[in-house]
């Protein structure tokens, strides 16, 4: 059984370092980090055209990318199946310590 399967993660202080262990490879974090910003970009333009179909591609382009990291770099079985809330968390607070990292240079 796998990490993934046999933990019962309660909060997501205790939840966050498990994710992070499941994007070590950096091409897998960089798709998700793009994903991510394409799911604000489709945000933006779907609210600013007033056009709100493009909302429907956001879970589409997000969890495309992810999901090419993990099973085609990673190799491994992203954690959204067993942890979506939390995943969802974990994601935008991976891609905001990689923004805050980027400016800190």
Same mark, same amino acid.
Not at 33 to 36: A, I, K, M
Not at 53 to 61: D, E, F, Q, S, T
Not at 63 to 68: D, E, M, N, T
């Given at each position: 059984m796998?990490d993934?399967? !046999?933990?019962r993660y309660? !909060?997501?202080k205790?939840f966050y370092?498990?994710? +992070?262990s499941?994007?070590?490879?950096?091409?897998c &974090? *960089?798709?998700h980090? %793009?994903?991510?910003i394409? %799911?604000?970009t489709?945000l933006? #333009?779907s609210?600013?055209?007033e056009?709100y179909? +493009?909302?429907? #591609?956001?879970?589409?382009?997000g969890?495309?990318?992810?999901?090419?990291g993990?099973?085609f770099?990673? *190799?491994n &079985?992203?954690?959204?199946?067993?942890?979506?809330?939390y995943?969802?968390f974990?994601?935008w607070v991976?891609l905001a310590?990689r923004?805050a &990292?980027f400016? &800190?240079?």
């Open positions: 796998s993934l399967e !046999s933990e309660q !909060s997501f205790e370092p498990f994710y +992070l499941q994007h070590s490879n950096t091409t &974090r *960089n798709l980090y %793009v994903g991510s394409f %799911v604000l489709l933006i #333009l609210i600013y055209f056009y179909p +493009l909302l429907i #591609l956001m879970p589409i382009v969890y495309g990318f992810a999901w090419v993990h099973f770099f990673e *190799n &079985r992203p954690a959204t199946f067993q942890y979506p809330i995943s969802f974990a994601d991976m310590q923004v &990292r400016f &800190r240079q």
